[in-house]
Nanobody, 129 residues
Framework: QLHLAESGGGSVQAGGSLRLSCAAA????????VAWFRQTPGKQREAVAA????????YYTDSVKGRFTVSRDIPKNVVYLQMDSVEVGDTGMYFC??????????????????????WGQGIQVTVSS
């Protein structure tokens, strides 16, 4: 059974950088894509970034475009989220998720949390001003 584990979170000042990692264990990534979601208290999880299995494409929500970069190391079974020029609004619990629809479906209909069936436990990112 596939398990995901996030790491790399923590506290950072606005303008700084963090790199989150999502490591797969127990099996290889099965899904066509891996997504990063962010959740803040009282709000639903929103997709922040995503990448297909072969990394030929990527997705970013508007608020992080130009600041975040999603990448994957296929042999190591790890997906990264490089967060640069972080802002206070980036604060939240970050989850990686996989085992969802194909990339073509996601880019056409949007990345909804309910579409993904395997999740990491989440990791906190706190950005201070």
């Amino acid at each position: 059974q596939l398990h995901l584990a996030e790491s790399g979170g923590g506290s950072v000042q606005a303008g700084g950088s963090l790199r989150l990692s999502c490591a797969a264990a127990g099996n290889n990534y099965k899904s066509d894509s891996v997504a990063w979601f962010r959740q803040t208290p009282g709000k639903q999880r929103e997709a922040v970034a995503a990448i297909p299995l072969d990394a030929h494409d990527s997705y970013y929500t508007d608020s992080v475009k130009g600041r975040f970069t999603v990448s994957r190391d296929i042999p190591k079974n790890v997906v990264y989220l490089q967060m640069d020029s972080v802002e206070v609004g980036d604060t939240g619990m970050y989850f990686c998720a996989t085992d969802g629809p194909e990339w073509s479906y996601l880019t056409r209909f949007g990345l909804k949390a309910r579409l993904f069936h395997t999740w990491g436990q989440g990791i906190q990112v706190t950005v201070s001003s």
